[in-house]
């Protein structure tokens, strides 16, 4: 990996993460970036990946220029790789999923809306069933925001499919709803900041480490950090006097 790539603007960080989600811990880099590419492969049809809305949006790019701007996404922090076996997955990072989590919850709020234009009466909600509780409570207070009582019938078909703790979540959020409750404008704007923050990503640093043989702290390199989640190692317990 390789954090020489030019920055990655906001837009493609967004339209990476959301290209993630649809092999997060299951897949590696180079299957990551055929979705980006638009790959016509036979395994990228048969997993339906073209179907990933991010599918295809680095077309016009080799698959080598893709592959480095998610590197770039691994050194700032956006993404991870995780070791399943010898096989490098990508997972989120914190960040990563923060930023994440907050656009598939504005994706699928927005599907409701296209749904209510289209007089669709009784969609199946099993699809929200058994998603990141974390995000479905983000869903559920961006509902509640939007004020817009159109939402009141989905909530009632999504309440009969779920546990019983996301079920009292709903019950708040059409509450909120038919009382017509004020909006915490507050509450969304430190949403939104946190966001503009969490975008801006963490440069790579080299990290001093205290040696657990010897006591004295050794530099651990960027490029080391680099090579070492690559190869799926963890970091170095011991200068590299007492490695060797």
Do not use: H
């Amino acid at each position: 990996m390789s954090s020489t790539t030019n920055r990655v603007s906001r837009e493609e960080i967004k339209v990476i993460l959301r290209a993630a989600d649809e092999l997060i811990a299951q897949g590696g880099r180079t299957l990551f970036a055929k979705i980006l590419k638009g790959s016509k492969e036979k395994k990228v049809r048969e997993l339906e990946l073209d179907r990933c809305p991010a599918y295809g949006y680095f077309k016009s790019e080799k698959l080598e220029a893709v592959m480095q701007k998610i590197d770039w996404m691994v050194d700032y922090d956006f993404l991870d790789i995780e070791y399943s076996g010898k096989l490098p997955l990508i997972i989120y990072t914190d960040r990563g999923w923060l930023i994440e989590s907050d656009q598939l919850t504005d994706e699928l709020i927005e599907e409701w809306k296209e749904w209510i234009d289209k007089g669709k009466k009784e969609p199946d909600m099993i699809y929200l069933k058994d998603r990141n509780r974390q995000m479905i409570l983000l869903m559920l207070e961006k509902i509640k925001e939007s004020g817009d009582q159109a939402f009141i019938p989905y909530l009632k078909l999504w309440y009969e499919v779920e546990y019983i703790k996301m079920k009292a979540e709903i019950q708040k959020t059409i509450g909120a709803l038919e009382r017509k409750e004020p909006v915490d404008e507050l509450a969304v704007q430190e949403r939104k900041a946190r966001i503009t923050k969490a975008l801006e990503g963490s440069a790579p640093q080299d990290l001093l480490i205290k040696c657990w043989s010897c006591g004295e702290r050794f530099t651990f390199t960027v490029g080391e950090q680099q090579f070492y989640k690559q190869k799926g190692f963890a970091l170095p317990k011991r200068c590299k006097d007492c490695r060797y």
